[in-house]
């Protein structure tokens, strides 16, 4: 059973608004929670976090909300641009060093 | 930020053969983690690697499947071995940042096995 769902695949926005991408947890237990962006035949690299003591945490462009009661996060991506064009993952972890939980990403298609 | 190089980037393998693949970061580090993405889906903890012990393996990964090497603070080797298409994922290497929270990952290594 997934502990950490990205349920939309993928998602195409207009160079310019607003990206939305959401990420859904089972585990009660986690306490940080991460986002990371993935380029083809690259590695993926950390793109903004958030503990759960916080429910927002912003970095220029980006924005991550926590909701801990839905246990639902979301990343915000304002204004969007044509390389934000990559794959996102969502990832969580209840403290344990280095054992992230990782979603199925949603890959984001920016269109000029 | 940590430095990663792994190779190879990409393979394409027989059945029943086994691939090592190579991790090495520009500092010491005291965990290395190898992680797998099959297609599709999330990228899977396989196992920590420490330095001077054995690896720690996740539910579902066997040392005799993925044997572990950590010779030192700045290298790790993982070998797929005698693989089956199912093998057929992308294999990173990471290391903590630090904090115990942030990973930084190599670029990966892209494997098909026919």
């Known amino acids: 059973d997934q502990q950490v769902k990205q349920n939309s695949p993928s998602l195409s926005v207009q160079e310019g608004r607003i990206s939305i991408l959401n990420c859904d947890y089972t585990?009660?237990?986690?306490?940080?929670f991460l986002w990371y962006k993935k380029y083809p035949a690259e590695g993926p690299t950390f793109l903004i976090s958030?503990?759960?003591?916080?429910d927002k945490n912003e970095d220029g462009r980006f924005t991550v909300f926590l909701n801990k009661s839905a246990k639902h996060l979301s990343l915000h991506i304002v204004p969007s641009q044509p390389g934000d064009s990559a794959v996102y993952f969502c990832a969580a972890n209840e403290g344990s060093q280095g054992n992230l939980i990782f979603g199925k990403g949603t890959k984001l298609s920016v269109k000029p | 930020s940590a430095v990663i190089s792994q190779k190879p980037s990409r393979d394409i393998c027989q059945r029943g053969t086994s691939l090592t693949i190579q991790c090495q970061v520009d500092?010491?580090?005291?965990?290395m983690f190898w992680y797998r993405q099959q297609p599709g889906q999330s990228l899977t903890l396989i196992a920590t690697?420490?330095?001077?012990?054995?690896?720690?393996?996740e539910s579902g990964f066997v040392i005799d499947k993925f044997p572990i090497s950590r010779p030192n603070l700045t290298f790790s080797t993982l070998t797929v071995s005698n693989m089956s298409p199912e093998d057929s994922s992308i294999y990173l290497c990471?290391?903590?940042?630090?904090?115990?929270?942030?990973?930084?990952f190599g670029s990966g290594t892209q494997l098909s096995v026919l």
């Open positions: 958030i503990s759960s003591i916080k």
């Open positions: 990471s290391v903590d940042g630090g904090s115990g929270e942030k990973l930084f």
């Open positions: 500092s010491q580090v005291t965990m």
């Open positions: 690697a420490n330095q001077g012990s054995e690896a720690t393996y």
């Open positions: 585990n009660s237990m986690f306490d940080y």
